[in-house]
T-cell receptor
């Protein structure tokens, strides 16, 4: 079955540590996205990538970094520079040439800073 | 720039009653419009979408939405609420032209009372 996987589902981090969230898709989608979700704030775009080896900052990129070395993978690193990283993180993908199909989402990773 | 406003962060209805979740958008060009549903601690699932053609679109689980260009609205309705409809609902907009990520509203949490 095609889809998007995110791992781990739950992640705990000590203050000052970097942590990487995994996102993999086998839908053959060109575009991939990372969102952060906080209660009452909806989804906020962190980074997105429309093609391998290229990515753009979203609305809240500070304190985060990404890479896109393979079409299937778009890992997100939450760095120690991110002041308040506790949140629910969602990865999504879409066909870059068919936006009318919408975006498909993974199950999410809940990050908690201890 | 595009934007989405969802009126009401929390809507409560009785089981069997009409569900109406409001969404207004702002876009300088014709948009694609989407409704997503999110159950607790899960990713987002596409409920329905408007691209072109018929302005009344039907989605999964008995939901439908009507695109009204003159009112810049895309409200979500369901004639009879079921307990399983309790979830968070997000409206999103994307430009027909260009290659930009979806812009999401802040979400509306639907509670269904027995």
């Amino acid at each position: 079955d095609g889809g998007i996987t995110q791992s781990p589902k739950y992640l705990f981090r000590k203050e000052g540590q970097n942590v990487t969230l995994s996102c993999e898709q086998n839908l053959n989608h060109d575009a991939m996205y990372w969102y952060r979700q906080d209660p009452g704030q909806g989804l906020r775009l962190i980074y997105y990538s429309q093609i391998v080896n290229d990515f753009q900052k979203g609305d809240i990129a500070e304190g985060y970094s990404v890479s896109r070395e393979k079409k299937e993978s778009f890992p997100l690193t939450v760095t120690s520079a991110q002041k308040n990283p506790t949140a629910f993180y969602l990865c999504a993908s879409s066909r870059a040439d068919a936006l009318w199909r919408g975006q498909f989402f993974g199950p999410g990773t809940r990050l908690t800073v201890l | 720039a595009q934007s989405v406003t969802q009126l009401g962060s929390h809507v409560s209805v009785s089981e069997g009653a009409l569900v109406l979740l409001r969404c207004n958008y702002s876009s300088s060009v014709p948009p694609y419009l989407f409704w997503y549903v999110q159950y607790p601690n899960q990713g987002l699932q596409l409920l329905l979408k408007y691209t072109t053609g018929a302005t009344l679109v039907k989605g999964i689980n008995g939901f439908e939405a009507e695109f009204k260009k003159s009112e810049t609205s895309f409200h979500l309705t369901k004639p009879s609420a079921h307990m399983s409809d309790a979830a968070e609902y997000f409206c999103a907009v994307s430009l027909v032209s260009g290659n930009t990520p979806l812009v999401f509203g802040k979400g509306t949490r639907l509670s269904v009372i027995a």
